[in-house]
């Protein structure tokens, strides 16, 4: 009798268990929840109206960079060094300190794509500034049956000045892929537009973490190579110029000589 009362209980506390309303399920970790939240905000998709053709788009923010630092350390249990080691090498291998990296996802259920080149195809405005890849994976110039994904890389900085393309100013940062990536959306003339409000983030010095300190340790070790070389350049040419004035000052004064003799 007691033996089929213990049964009876166990049954009804796995069936209580099992239908329990969520509060009583267990509870997402701080890592996961906000690895979640951040992909909700980054990650956004879009289906043709064929419904045949998807696209994914993630924008490498850095609040999305430490969410996923932060899921991978606690699914790990890494130590703090390792995922700042992480961190390190996941800035280095998505370029953060020089562009601002895109992850494209595409699965085409539908005819043969044809997207080369692909850097003509897609687009990315910062407010009112228009900006073309500096590099991409160059498997999306490959003709696509089913699925592919890869990188796309845009200019962070302006070229001449180094300052920031993503200010306070840029609310919105708009990125678009163009219908003709496939005959489906060229038909339909539908391109795919991804949006995201307010792409700005603060990130004072005393915010970074090891990895990201070391970034931006390599990014200004090149910037300041690259301008020594434009002052070695600069300098050059004002030597240049004033052994060039020299010359024409030389010339200036036979010539008075000869005018100021007669």
């Excluded at 699914?75 to 990296?101: G, Q």
């Excluded at 110039?141 to 796309?152: A, C, H, I, S, Y």
């Excluded at 003709?180 to 005393?206: C, M, Q």
Aim: aromatic fraction near 10%; glycine fraction near 4%.
């Amino acid at each position: 009798m007691r033996k089929g009362l213990l049964y009876i209980s166990l049954i009804l506390i796995t069936i209580i268990l099992n239908f329990a309303p969520s509060s009583y399920a267990k509870e997402k970790s701080p890592g996961l929840e906000a690895y979640e939240k951040a992909m909700s905000r980054w990650q956004k998709s879009i289906t043709d109206p064929t419904s045949r053709v998807t696209v994914t788009v993630t924008y490498y923010s850095m609040e999305l960079i430490r969410a996923i630092v932060a899921y991978e350390s606690e699914k790990n249990l890494w130590t703090k060094d390792e995922a700042e080691n992480f961190k390190y090498r996941l800035l280095e291998n998505i370029r953060f300190a020089d562009c601002l990296p895109f992850k494209v996802e595409i699965t085409n259920n539908g005819p043969a794509m044809h997207m080369g080149p692909f850097d003509r195809k897609i687009k990315l405005k910062a407010g009112n500034r228009e900006l073309t890849p500096i590099d991409y994976d160059k498997i999306f110039n490959f003709k696509l049956l089913g699925k592919v994904e890869g990188m796309v890389f845009f200019p962070r900085r302006d070229e001449k000045t180094d300052k920031d393309i993503l200010t306070p100013d840029v609310k919105i940062l708009t990125l678009t892929i163009s219908k003709d990536i496939s005959p489906l959306t060229a038909e339909k003339g539908f391109d795919f537009v991804f949006r995201w409000d307010n792409p700005y983030e603060k990130i004072s010095l005393e915010e970074y973490s090891t990895g990201e300190a070391k970034i931006e340790l390599e990014r200004l070790t090149k910037r300041i190579e690259l301008l020594m070389e434009k002052k070695k350049d600069l300098l050059k040419q004002i030597e240049e110029i004033e052994e060039e004035l020299k010359k024409v000052k030389s010339r200036i004064a036979e010539l008075e000589k000869i005018i100021y003799k007669n």
